[in-house]
């Protein structure tokens, strides 16, 4: 029996890299996507299967979930990799909460959706066969730790590292295997997206806002450009080859972290590093320091 996995966000990025390692490996690929040029480029790739679908839409998500239970009948679905993902980055004065909305509905309510709705096929393959399904939720370490202009971002990887976690004991009880793996920072379309919509952002400021952030969002663009051509950071297909790992190993761990920069900020600096040195870190990195007092003390977080 060919086993087959359902992959969101197929269509760049990690998402992309997994279909074809996937693909590649003997897997059937249900792949998503929205544009249907981005569909026929999918179509065109043995052993993947084209699944158009916004994963905000709950008719798309139900109208899936029949066309992959036509195709994979009574062997059911393997494993869910849900990998979409988007992020949105402004100053937290002037952030607009229409974009944090779908920030949060695509990062924490598409994941829970999908898992519950593609559950009852998940069900079928663990009752024909002794490797049980899984389903992979996609995190960042920024779901361990706080930086400026990406609040919604922020809030959605420290949602879904609780939803995940939620998920692994009530899915455990369906002998449903749930994973969640921090890629750390990858060479992917959305480091750019990200700081051109942090930039983008000081179109609607006031003059004020603009000559307050317009030099730090400036920096912050840098870093996006550092990153992306710095041999520090992974490629998407080496994280690809991470999750396939996942994926393949009987067992997997609920918590892995696919890159030295997720290792270093989940296992150390979110767990270890004091409170004052995170804040002294974060307004070095981000150049935030500006001689004001408010700006150079630390305050604590108080206990709630």
Not at 29 to 36: D, E, I, L, Q, S
């Amino acid at each position: 029996m060919k086993k087959s996995i359902l992959v969101t966000g197929a269509t760049s990025g990690i998402g992309r890299a997994a279909t074809e390692l996937f693909a590649s490996r003997g897997y059937l690929v249900f792949a998503t996507y929205r544009k249907m040029e981005d569909g026929e480029a999918l179509g065109s790739m043995v052993n993947v299967h084209p699944l158009r679908m916004d994963v905000t839409n709950a008719e798309d998500v139900t109208r899936a979930v029949s066309e992959v239970a036509a195709r994979v009948g009574s062997d059911g679905l393997y494993a869910v990799l849900n990998n979409a993902g988007i992020a949105y980055a402004a100053p937290f004065e002037f952030a607009d909460e229409e974009r944090g909305r779908e920030v949060m509905e695509v990062n924490v309510m598409a994941p829970f959706r999908i898992a519950q709705k593609f559950l009852p096929l998940l069900k079928l393959h663990n009752a024909k066969n002794d490797v049980k399904a899984r389903i992979v939720n996609i995190s960042s370490w920024a779901g361990a730790l706080g930086q400026p202009f990406i609040p919604f971002y922020n809030a959605s990887k420290f949602a879904i590292t609780g939803l995940t976690e939620s998920m692994f004991y009530d899915l455990g009880l369906l002998d449903v295997h749930v994973v969640l793996a921090s890629p750390g920072t990858t060479k992917t379309p959305l480091l750019g997206k990200t700081t051109r919509a942090g930039t983008e952002s000081l179109d609607h400021m006031t003059p004020e806002g603009r000559a307050r952030y317009q030099p730090l969002l400036d920096h912050y663009a840098t870093l996006s450009v550092e990153y992306g051509s710095s041999p520090l950071f992974q490629t998407p297909e080496q994280a690809a080859k991470k999750l396939l790992r996942i994926v393949d190993t009987k067992r997997p761990r609920f918590k892995y972290d696919l890159s030295t920069d997720a290792c270093v900020v989940n296992r150390f600096i979110a767990r270890f590093v004091p409170w004052t040195l995170k804040v002294a870190m974060n307004r070095s990195m981000f150049r935030l320091s500006n001689g004001k007092a408010g700006m150079l003390s630390a305050p604590r977080p108080s206990a709630q």
